[in-house]
């Protein structure tokens, strides 16, 4: 870490103006390139504050932190998430090698392959129609009810893949939030002859998963009367490693998608939580997604130069900023409207991941220097009407990946290419930025005169209208959005997401965080009085006064 503390001191002032003036050969420098089959990943990140040194540095402060080491213990099943005594072993799920991958004795593709079995079984009966409802008419609707990890990652995938699925024949929607008007949202969709309820949780307890499971089976039963109760395992399925809470539930185990504790919530889309992104877009599409990301796999398992390895040079580009720099956000900016959920997922990939204070051995983490920034994205171009005005102009810094694909499923007109010079013209505006006298003499055609005034007011316009430049950007481009390179796509956010643990020596595959609000929002549960406003249990004085106006507030208009 010194070393890159010295070196940050050395470069922070450098404009990368000069260094693509200094090197011709930058952009090639500084360019990774993936190819598989047909379809190509090239990673562009030349438009970074950075120098050769700064690549090697991180080499070898992954020497230091044992990068290498810890890429194979994951792959090969290896205990490392400790604070929860886990393997980590998304990867397993798209180890299309069907390499042996042993835990605790056992090969765990045995497991993982005969639950894709299922899945494909399952998937063909649903989409050709011969998986029938109550009254006997084929599924139109599939509704995923699941939160965060059992919901983002097949949300997005969904509209990912948008352009393989047929919701003339099959539609999807997702239910997550416990807020009623999510479920209350959705059930005005759907007919209860025809839609499938996927209850999709890891630990089938969760709070507001639990809610909409148990609201969408009143709903159904309700709609179809006591006479067709015992048709419910035709419309409820579900997708869980807990097997005994969903015999409780009430749904039948021949109609339960098991998966494994070294299957992380985040990285879990791969599992059989995809069961609803397989109904949507097919089983084949399903599998090439898991192939993508097995192409992924085996470039950053076998890549053993990590300056040619993408997911560990996009996590040390990361790591830069927010380390160094101390850039508190970084944006992830898809140009194609199928990723609109991206940034969404990633949120919960990246900030649940590595948004620790306290490194793997329980000390706190190294104060200096931080863990994970925030990250946020929205679809382009619409961002670039919305906040990029920060991004460009502000004072802070804030990194972009920007996500293009050269080939549009939709070739309407002049749209893809006017995507594209703007997706690229946003890279290089970061980059260079417009110097005060390119913007004076602007400001001089719109403020004609040379008089003192005049002089003034063009000063003070052409500061308004200068750009420093020196904002970095990495260029991820993809042959096409497809069920191969999205599988990449997320593959690679996941490495370097992991890759960044390992430098900060944090445990990427706990959330510890999450729990405390989870444990007081029980605590006030019954504090928010029954129907008459009492308490159903102890006494909301014990709150702080903020907490206890806020609970009497609430009573005020939700008792009788
Ligand atoms: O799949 P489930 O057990 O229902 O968990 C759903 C989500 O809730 C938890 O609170 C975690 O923060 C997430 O990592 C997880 O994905």
């Given at each position: 870490m010194q070393q890159l503390d010295k070196h940050f001191e050395s470069v922070k002032a450098i404009h990368m103006k000069d260094l693509f003036a200094q090197d011709p050969e930058r952009a090639k420098k500084f360019s990774l390139e993936l190819k598989n089959g047909d379809d190509l990943f090239h990673f562009d990140f030349s438009k970074n504050r950075i120098t050769e040194e700064t690549l090697t540095l991180f080499t070898n402060l992954s020497k230091e932190r044992k990068v290498a080491e810890g890429i194979e213990a994951m792959f090969s099943g290896e205990i490392i998430n400790k604070t929860e005594k886990r393997a980590v072993l998304h990867t397993a799920l798209r180890n299309r090698s069907n390499r042996p991958i042993i835990v605790e004795g056992k090969n765990v593709m045995d497991d993982v392959n005969g639950v894709l079995d299922k899945m494909k079984g399952f998937t063909e009966k649903v989409r050709s129609g011969e998986w029938k409802g109550y009254t006997g008419k084929p599924i139109t609707d599939v509704i995923n009810i699941g939160i965060g990890g059992s919901d983002l990652g097949p949300l997005m995938v969904a509209h990912a893949l948008t352009p393989y699925a047929n919701p003339e024949k099959l539609k999807v929607h997702y239910i997550s939030n416990v807020d009623g008007t999510h479920a209350a949202e959705v059930l005005k969709l759907l007919n209860p002859e025809t839609c499938m309820f996927i209850v999709s949780s890891k630990t089938f307890t969760t709070q507001e998963t639990m809610t909409n499971a148990h609201t969408c089976r009143s709903w159904w039963l309700g709609k179809v009367g006591t006479d067709n109760a015992a048709k419910l395992p035709l419309h409820f399925v579900a997708v869980s490693t807990n097997l005994t809470k969903v015999a409780e539930f009430g749904i039948d185990t021949n109609n339960t998608f098991a998966f494994w504790d070294w299957v992380g919530g985040r990285f879990s889309l791969w599992s059989a939580i995809g069961l609803s992104t397989a109904l949507y877009v097919g089983f084949d599409n399903f599998i090439q997604l898991l192939e993508g990301g097995h192409a992924m796999d085996e470039h950053f398992r076998t890549e053993k130069d990590l300056r040619k390895n993408i997911p560990a040079v996009l996590a040390f580009i990361d790591m830069w900023y927010t380390s160094f720099f101390k850039s508190g956000s970084h944006a992830v900016l898809p140009?194609?409207?199928?990723?609109?959920?991206f940034p969404a997922f990633l949120q919960q990939l990246e900030m649940e991941s590595n948004g620790k204070g306290v490194k793997m051995n329980g000390e706190p983490v190294d104060a200096a220097h931080g863990t994970s920034s925030a990250l946020f994205g929205e679809p382009g171009t619409n961002g670039q009407h919305a906040f990029y005005q920060l991004i460009h102009q502000g004072t802070q810094l804030i990194p972009c990946d920007f996500i293009f694909p050269l080939n549009t499923h939709n070739k309407l007109g002049e749209h893809h290419k006017l995507l594209a010079c703007n997706v690229f013209a946003q890279a290089e505006a970061l980059m260079k930025g417009k110097t005060f006298e390119q913007a004076l003499a602007e400001a001089k055609k719109s403020i004609p005169g040379d008089d003192a005034e005049a002089q003034q007011k063009q000063t003070t316009l052409a500061n308004h209208r200068t750009f420093s430049g020196n904002r970095p950007s990495n260029m991820i481009i993809l042959s096409q959005v497809n069920p191969r390179t999205v599988g990449m796509l997320i593959a690679l956010y996941e490495h370097k997401t992991f890759v960044e643990g390992l430098l900060w020596e944090i445990?990427?595959?706990?959330?510890?965080?999450?729990?405390l609000g989870k444990e007081l929002a029980k605590d006030l549960y019954p504090l928010l009085g029954d129907k008459e406003g009492k308490e159903t249990e102890g006494t909301f004085k014990t709150k702080d006064s903020s907490t206890q106006h806020l609970v009497e507030l609430f009573r005020q208009f939700n008792s009788q």
């Open positions: 140009y194609d409207q199928y990723l609109d959920r445990n990427s595959f706990d959330q510890w965080g999450v729990e």
